[in-house]
């Protein structure tokens, strides 16, 4: 199970890392998410009120980011 999950957030984080759709920053605040949710799931690691806090926008602001990209996308095809 620990083999899956790395296999898949490091072809998650490989497939994302040159892409235009999320700036560096969103990048790499949306990895420690996916860090701290890794180490709370198999490290049984008690996450801080300010990362609970923080995870819910950031996940919001990763599929916003990325969903608006894709509309883009879409309507661009559209077009042609």
Known sequence: ?????????????????????????LFNETRR?????????????AASDEENANALPLAVRFVTSTYQTELEEEQHKDVL
């Open 1 to 25: 199970e620990e083999l899956a999950k790395n296999n898949v957030d490091k072809q998650l984080f490989a497939a994302l890392k040159d892409s235009k759709d999320i700036s560096p920053d």
């Open 33 to 45: 998410l996916f860090e701290t949710a890794d180490f709370v799931k198999f490290a049984k690691h």
